[in-house]
Each structure stands twice: as structure tokens, then as C-alpha cells.
């Protein structure tokens, strides 16, 4: 690297808060790509997904997280939880994010996880959606006699400028020690996650609100295969696993018009992600139960 090690900073920034803040969101404008799922939908992030940024003589090492799970108590809600845990135990920062001008009793579990000790910025997210920007001087007055949060940071996860800003804010949070990752490095996770991730995504986006949350991806097949006319040739088999026939049906769609676009929509995004030529072959299957069997949370994937 061109920045001498002796100047360099680096640290871990958790990215916490109830489903649906915008975490994912803030995570891939940070990283400046795509590497987290998003989407309407609760539970749509299931992992601790690490997203790296060099920018200049700083790394910021970032940990997304799943939504802290207030409701139903399956195995797949307690491995949740348990990973949003880990990830808050030792990190430099954290990015309690929640919609501004809202704080719900949703809000109120996450934040009484915290350890005390660790600095947090209060991330009042969605900045575009508050209509009436005075009203957010007396909230933020509220939320800093809930908790000492270091600095309050309004923004939108979705402007360009919010988000150069909120690098700046996080800086001076990191220690001074030499980088853990390659400078062009942007996560820790593998391309076959990645490309697991990819089809759920799809699948969550196509399906409405009507396919319960308990639908998940196996990648059953991801080869790199030698190719003459592509650079990189990679063949890949997805397994859709769902609770009910019913559902089975419903993700097929009317001759399975609906697991094409799935298919389609997921393989032009991992040509991108990958650099490479994708074949994606996309099946569903029925297990019924498993996000209350934890042997089987566990053989899907989940810590
Ligand atoms: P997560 O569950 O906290 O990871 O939330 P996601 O990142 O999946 O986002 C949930 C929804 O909020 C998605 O539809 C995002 O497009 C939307 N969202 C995220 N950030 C913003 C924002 O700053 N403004 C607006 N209007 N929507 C946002
Ligand atoms: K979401
Ligand atoms: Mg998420």
C-alpha cells in the first residue's frame, strides 16, 4: 500500500438496529457496492456480513447485522439474534440506526443491549422521509436522555453526501494501527455466499408480502469452470427452500413465469457482482418446519 503503515487507521463499525431502518442500505452505500441484501422486508439480512472501505489512510472495517428479533421466538429468530450479539461484543463503533423522529419499544431492546463503554452515534435514517424537519430538534433532545450517544447523525442512507459526512464522523472513532485487509478489498464473505444472498434477494423481491419469511437459499453447486470465449465461467445451482406445497407454487408462479424471473433477475446481478459469465440453474423444495429445527437453521447456514 502507498499509505505508510505507521499512519494508518483501522477499526470495526457494527451497523445495529430493529428490521427494516435501512442497515443493509447503509452498508452498501458505505462499502460503495452491493454486498448486503436489502429489502422491504423484515429478516431479509440473516448473517454478520463484513463490508470493508479503504479511503485514504483509514480502513473502516463494517458489520452489518440482522434486525434484533422482538417478536417469535423460532430457532432461526434466536440464531439472529445471537449473531447481532456477537457483533456488537467488541467492536471501535456503533451505528444504532432508526428512522428519524421514530423510536419505538422495538428501537428501545436493541439499545438496551448495548454495552456501555463502546461510543454510539444515533443514525437517524430516512432524513427524506420526515416531512416536517422541526419537529426533529425536540426527538433528538428525547433520544439523548435516553442513552449518551457520542453524536446524532440525521441522514439518508441514500444521499451521496450523507454518506461522505458520516466517513468523516466516523474516522476519528478508529485507532491508529495498520490495515487488516488489502486496500481494494470490500468483504470478508465468499462469491458463493454472495451468490446465495443474490437469489434471496430476488426471491424476497418478487414474491410479495404474501411468502413468509421462513423461505431460504441453499447453494447447492458453484463451480468455476475453464471457458474460451469468457474470461470467467461460473455454473451454479440454487435450491429455494420453502415451509408449504403452497408456497412451493407460489414462488413457480403460473408457468413458472415467476422462478424465471427470479432466476434471470439473480444471474444478471452475479455477472455483475462477479466479473464473470453466470450459468444459474434455480430449484425449490419443500421442508416443512425447518426455521423451528435448529439442526436444520444450523445446516442452512446459520451461526
Ligand atoms: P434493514 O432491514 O435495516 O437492513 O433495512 P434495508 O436496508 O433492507 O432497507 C429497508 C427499506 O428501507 C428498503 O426498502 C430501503 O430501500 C429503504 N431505505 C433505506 N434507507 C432509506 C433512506 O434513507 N430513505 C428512504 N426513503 N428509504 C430507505
Ligand atoms: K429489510
Ligand atoms: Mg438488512
Given at each position: 500500500p502507498s499509505v505508510p503503515v505507521e499512519g494508518q487507521r483501522c477499526g470495526v463499525i457494527a451497523i445495529v438496529g430493529k428490521p427494516n431502518?435501512?442497515?443493509?442500505?447503509?452498508?452498501?452505500?458505505?462499502?460503495?457496492?452491493?454486498?448486503?441484501?436489502?429489502?422491504?422486508?423484515?429478516?431479509?439480512?440473516?448473517?454478520?456480513i463484513t463490508g470493508i472501505r479503504t479511503l485514504g489512510a483509514t480502513q473502516f472495517v463494517f458489520v452489518d447485522t440482522p434486525g434484533f428479533q422482538t417478536k417469535h421466538s423460532t430457532a432461526l429468530n434466536k440464531s439472529l439474534n445471537k449473531t447481532v450479539m456477537g457483533a456488537i461484543g467488541d467492536v471501535d463503533l456503533i451505528l444504532f440506526?432508526?428512522?428519524?423522529?421514530?423510536?419505538?419499544?422495538?428501537?428501545a431492546k436493541v439499545l438496551s443491549l448495548f454495552k456501555s463503554?463502546?461510543?454510539?452515534?444515533?443514525?437517524?435514517?430516512?432524513?427524506?422521509?420526515?416531512?416536517?424537519?422541526?419537529?426533529?430538534?425536540?426527538?433528538?433532545k428525547s433520544m439523548q436522555e435516553r442513552h449518551p450517544f457520542a453524536e446524532f447523525v440525521p441522514m439518508s442512507a441514500k444521499n451521496k453526501g450523507d454518506i461522505e459526512r458520516l466517513f468523516g464522523i466516523c474516522e476519528k472513532y478508529l485507532?491508529?494501527?495498520p490495515w487488516w485487509y488489502s486496500e481494494d478489498e470490500l468483504t470478508d464473505r465468499s462469491e458463493k455466499f454472495l451468490a446465495g444472498e443474490t437469489v434471496r434477494?430476488?426471491?424476497?423481491r418478487f414474491?410479495?408480502?404474501?411468502?413468509?419469511?421462513?423461505?431460504?437459499?441453499v447453494i447447492d453447486k458453484f463451480d468455476e469452470e475453464p471457458s474460451k470465449t469468457h474470461k470467467r465461467f461460473v455454473r451454479?445451482?440454487?435450491?429455494?427452500?420453502?415451509?408449504?406445497?403452497g408456497h412451493k407454487a407460489m414462488v413457480i408462479g403460473e408457468k413458472g413465469e415467476r422462478?424465471?424471473?427470479?432466476?434471470?433477475?439473480?444471474?444478471q446481478e452475479l455477472e455483475k457482482l462477479l466479473d464473470a459469465k453466470v450459468f444459474l440453474e434455480v430449484w425449490v423444495k419443500v421442508r416443512s418446519g425447518w426455521a423451528d429445527d435448529e439442526a436444520r437453521v444450523r445446516s442452512f447456514g446459520y451461526e
Open positions: 431502518v435501512g442497515k443493509s442500505t447503509l452498508m452498501n452505500a458505505l462499502v460503495g457496492q452491493k454486498i448486503s441484501i436489502t429489502s422491504r422486508k423484515a429478516q431479509t439480512t440473516r448473517h454478520r440506526v432508526v428512522e428519524a423522529g421514530n423510536f419505538t419499544l422495538a428501537d463503554g463502546i461510543p454510539t452515534l444515533l443514525v437517524a435514517n430516512k432524513l427524506d422521509m420526515v416531512n416536517r424537519r422541526a419537529e426533529l430538534a425536540p426527538w433528538l485507532p491508529e494501527q434477494e430476488k426471491l424476497f414474491t410479495g408480502d404474501e411468502l413468509p419469511y421462513t423461505s431460504t437459499v451454479v445451482a440454487a435450491t429455494i427452500v420453502v415451509e408449504r406445497d422462478l424465471k424471473r427470479i432466476s434471470t433477475d439473480a444471474r
